[in-house]
Protein backbone atom coordinates (compact mmCIF):
# COMPACT_ATOMS: atom_id res chain seq x y z
CA UNK A 1 0.00 0.00 0.00
CA UNK A 2 1.44 3.44 -0.95
CA UNK A 3 1.45 6.22 2.03
CA UNK A 4 2.17 9.32 0.43
CA UNK A 5 2.15 11.72 3.75
CA UNK A 6 3.64 10.60 6.78
CA UNK A 7 0.09 12.03 8.78
CA UNK A 8 1.98 10.82 12.34
CA UNK A 9 4.36 13.37 11.42
CA UNK A 10 1.17 16.08 11.35
CA UNK A 11 0.06 15.39 14.77
CA UNK A 12 2.89 15.94 17.48
CA UNK A 13 3.34 13.42 20.26
CA UNK A 14 3.70 14.84 23.98
CA UNK A 15 7.09 14.55 24.24
CA UNK A 16 6.95 16.64 20.55
CA UNK A 17 5.38 19.27 22.18
CA UNK A 18 7.46 19.29 24.86
CA UNK A 19 10.31 20.46 23.09
CA UNK A 20 11.12 23.66 22.26
CA UNK A 21 9.76 25.13 18.81
CA UNK A 22 13.10 25.93 17.83
CA UNK A 23 14.40 21.97 17.68
CA UNK A 24 11.71 21.43 15.37
CA UNK A 25 12.09 24.34 13.09
CA UNK A 26 14.63 23.61 9.92
CA UNK A 27 17.34 25.84 9.31
CA UNK A 28 19.58 26.91 6.73
CA UNK A 29 19.79 24.23 3.58
CA UNK A 30 16.85 21.82 4.80
CA UNK A 31 14.24 24.70 5.41
CA UNK A 32 14.81 25.85 1.39
CA UNK A 33 15.27 22.07 0.09
CA UNK A 34 12.12 21.46 2.71
CA UNK A 35 9.69 24.19 0.58
CA UNK A 36 11.01 22.25 -2.04
CA UNK A 37 10.16 18.70 -1.73
CA UNK A 38 6.41 20.13 -0.12
CA UNK A 39 5.46 20.18 -3.85
CA UNK A 40 3.11 17.41 -4.33
CA UNK A 41 4.49 17.05 -8.35
CA UNK A 42 7.83 16.16 -6.96
CA UNK A 43 6.14 12.72 -5.65
CA UNK A 44 4.10 11.80 -8.94
CA UNK A 45 7.45 9.98 -10.81
CA UNK A 46 7.38 7.67 -7.63
CA UNK A 47 3.70 7.29 -7.01
CA UNK A 48 3.41 5.89 -10.79
CA UNK A 49 6.50 3.19 -9.85
CA UNK A 50 5.13 2.47 -6.33
CA UNK A 51 1.36 2.13 -7.02
CA UNK A 52 1.09 -1.55 -5.86
CA UNK A 53 -1.88 -3.19 -3.76
CA UNK A 54 0.22 -5.70 -2.44
CA UNK A 55 2.84 -6.51 0.00
CA UNK A 56 3.91 -4.98 3.33
CA UNK A 57 2.74 -1.28 4.38
CA UNK A 58 5.96 0.99 4.16
CA UNK A 59 7.03 4.33 4.67
CA UNK A 60 5.38 7.44 2.90
CA UNK A 61 7.23 8.33 -0.13
CA UNK A 62 8.02 11.96 1.08
CA UNK A 63 9.69 10.40 4.16
CA UNK A 64 11.62 8.34 1.92
CA UNK A 65 12.44 11.09 -0.74
CA UNK A 66 13.85 12.95 2.38
CA UNK A 67 15.76 10.37 3.36
CA UNK A 68 17.25 9.66 -0.07
CA UNK A 69 18.68 13.80 -0.05
CA UNK A 70 19.87 13.36 2.77
CA UNK A 71 21.45 10.16 1.40
CA UNK A 72 23.21 11.48 -1.72
CA UNK A 73 23.96 15.25 -0.33
CA UNK A 74 26.20 14.13 2.63
CA UNK A 75 27.37 10.95 0.59
CA UNK A 76 25.58 8.26 2.97
CA UNK A 77 25.17 4.78 3.03
CA UNK A 78 21.81 3.57 4.12
CA UNK A 79 23.01 2.09 7.12
CA UNK A 80 25.05 5.58 8.42
CA UNK A 81 21.87 7.37 6.74
CA UNK A 82 19.18 5.50 9.37
CA UNK A 83 21.95 5.95 12.34
CA UNK A 84 22.44 10.12 11.37
CA UNK A 85 18.34 10.52 11.21
CA UNK A 86 17.57 8.88 14.44
CA UNK A 87 20.33 10.73 16.32
CA UNK A 88 19.08 14.03 14.78
CA UNK A 89 16.35 16.11 15.52
CA UNK A 90 16.52 18.34 12.63
CA UNK A 91 17.15 15.27 10.41
CA UNK A 92 13.94 13.66 12.38
CA UNK A 93 11.81 17.01 11.20
CA UNK A 94 13.08 17.02 7.75
CA UNK A 95 12.20 13.55 7.08
CA UNK A 96 8.57 14.20 8.60
CA UNK A 97 9.86 11.61 11.07
CA UNK A 98 8.06 11.98 14.63
CA UNK A 99 10.40 12.40 17.37
CA UNK A 100 9.52 9.27 19.23
CA UNK A 101 9.23 7.32 16.22
CA UNK A 102 11.39 4.51 15.15
CA UNK A 103 13.35 5.38 11.52
CA UNK A 104 12.39 3.16 8.71
CA UNK A 105 15.37 0.33 8.21
CA UNK A 106 17.98 0.63 6.11
CA UNK A 107 17.00 -2.47 4.14
CA UNK A 108 13.71 -0.81 3.64
CA UNK A 109 15.34 2.46 2.02
CA UNK A 110 17.67 -0.25 -0.37
CA UNK A 111 14.49 -2.10 -1.18
CA UNK A 112 12.92 0.92 -2.34
CA UNK A 113 15.43 2.23 -4.24
CA UNK A 114 15.48 -1.07 -6.23
CA UNK A 115 11.64 -0.57 -6.89
CA UNK A 116 12.22 2.73 -7.80
CA UNK A 117 15.52 2.70 -10.09
CA UNK A 118 18.24 5.31 -9.67
CA UNK A 119 17.04 6.89 -12.55
CA UNK A 120 13.80 8.32 -11.03
CA UNK A 121 16.24 9.08 -7.69
CA UNK A 122 18.25 11.33 -10.57
CA UNK A 123 15.13 12.85 -12.02
CA UNK A 124 14.44 13.95 -8.66
CA UNK A 125 17.88 15.13 -8.24
CA UNK A 126 17.16 17.44 -11.26
CA UNK A 127 13.52 18.34 -10.56
CA UNK A 128 15.20 19.62 -7.17
CA UNK A 129 17.77 21.41 -8.76
CA UNK A 130 15.69 22.84 -11.82
CA UNK A 131 12.80 23.97 -8.58
CA UNK A 132 15.56 25.76 -6.30
CA UNK A 133 16.81 27.84 -9.35
CA UNK A 134 13.57 28.91 -10.80
CA UNK A 135 12.79 30.23 -7.09
CA UNK A 136 15.86 31.44 -6.55
CA UNK A 137 16.76 29.55 -3.80
CA UNK A 138 20.37 28.82 -4.72
CA UNK A 139 22.70 30.10 -7.52
CA UNK A 140 24.09 27.70 -9.50
CA UNK A 141 27.89 29.28 -10.09
CA UNK A 142 30.02 25.59 -9.88
CA UNK A 143 29.27 22.10 -11.13
CA UNK A 144 31.06 19.28 -9.54
CA UNK A 145 31.52 16.60 -11.75
CA UNK A 146 32.43 12.66 -10.38
CA UNK A 147 34.78 11.84 -12.74
CA UNK A 148 36.06 8.25 -10.69
CA UNK A 149 34.33 5.95 -13.70
CA UNK A 150 35.08 7.89 -16.49
CA UNK A 151 37.31 5.45 -19.12
CA UNK A 152 40.66 7.41 -20.21
CA UNK A 153 43.68 6.17 -22.00
CA UNK A 154 46.42 6.16 -20.05
CA UNK A 155 50.08 4.36 -19.88
CA UNK A 156 51.21 2.55 -16.81
CA UNK A 157 53.31 5.10 -14.86
CA UNK A 158 57.14 4.34 -14.95
CA UNK A 159 59.49 6.15 -13.39
CA UNK A 160 61.27 6.92 -17.31
CA UNK A 161 57.81 8.08 -18.38
CA UNK A 162 56.92 10.25 -15.41
CA UNK A 163 60.18 12.25 -16.33
CA UNK A 164 59.66 12.06 -19.74
CA UNK A 165 55.97 13.86 -18.69
CA UNK A 166 57.87 16.67 -16.30
CA UNK A 167 60.37 17.34 -19.48
CA UNK A 168 57.62 17.97 -21.65
CA UNK A 169 55.91 20.31 -19.58
CA UNK A 170 58.93 22.52 -18.68
CA UNK A 171 59.57 22.52 -22.45
CA UNK A 172 55.95 23.77 -23.12
CA UNK A 173 55.96 26.18 -20.13
CA UNK A 174 60.04 27.72 -21.42
CA UNK A 175 58.19 27.76 -25.30
CA UNK A 176 55.76 29.74 -23.51
CA UNK A 177 58.22 32.06 -21.45
CA UNK A 178 60.28 32.62 -24.82
CA UNK A 179 57.30 33.49 -26.85
CA UNK A 180 56.01 35.88 -24.19
CA UNK A 181 59.33 37.81 -25.00
CA UNK A 182 61.18 36.89 -21.48
CA UNK A 183 64.34 35.26 -21.38
CA UNK A 184 65.18 35.76 -25.09
CA UNK A 185 69.13 35.25 -24.46
CA UNK A 186 68.90 31.81 -22.88
CA UNK A 187 69.21 29.16 -24.55
CA UNK A 188 67.43 26.28 -24.32
CA UNK A 189 67.34 22.84 -26.25
CA UNK A 190 64.80 20.32 -26.14
CA UNK A 191 65.89 16.81 -26.18
CA UNK A 192 63.14 14.24 -26.42
CA UNK A 193 64.04 11.47 -23.71
CA UNK A 194 64.11 8.03 -25.07
CA UNK A 195 62.74 5.56 -22.48
Same mark, same amino acid.
Given at each position: ?15 DQMLPKSCLELKGELAVVDKILNDESLLAPFIEKFNSKCGKHSIPVDTYIRMMYLKF ?68 ? =? ?32 ? =? ?16 ? =??
Open positions: MLIIKNEDFEQLSVFRYNLGYETLCKEVSDSISWKVFCHIPVCAEVPDYTTLAKLTKRFGEDTLEKLNTLILQKALEKKLIKAR =KIRIDTTVVKSNIHHPTDASLLSDGFKVLTRLVK =KVKDAGMAVKSEFQDRPM =KY
